[in-house]
Structures are given as C-alpha cells and as structure tokens.
C-alpha cells in the first residue's frame, strides 16, 4: 500500500468518523473500528505520511494508545520485536 492509498483511505475515515466520534472512533468506547484504526496509523507513521490533515483520527488515537489493551498490543511490545 502507498502512501497515497492511506492518505485518500484517512481522509475518507476522518469525513465518516467526524460524526460519530467521541474518544474513539464511535463513542466513548472502543470498538472494532478503532482495533483496525491504530495499526494503520502505526504503519502510516513508519513511512513518514503526514497525519496533520486528520485531527479526529489522530485524537482517538492518541486515547486509544494510552489504554492499556491497546499498549500490549503495540508492536513493540510483542515478544518476536526486535
């Protein structure tokens, strides 16, 4: 995937997301669209795509990488990391 495929896919997500969005993507709590959600941002940010333009997707982010289910998730928490 290019970072031109992530960028229209976020900008299509952030208009849907706007709506609906509280500390995540559909309300307060998280739900299978947030559990997708941070793994795209994760490899978004690995090649440097320029997230500014999505402050909603970059907000529920932002809450759901400082809830413990999703920080042992993270990549770098996995045991084959390097």
Known sequence: MCSSDLTQGFAAFE???QGSAGLCCV???PTLADIALVPQVFNAERFGVDLTPYPTIRHVVAHCRGLQAFQRAAPAQQ???E
């Open 15 to 17: 208009a849907r997301i």
């Open 27 to 29: 309300g307060d709590a």
């Open 79 to 81: 045991p084959d990391a």
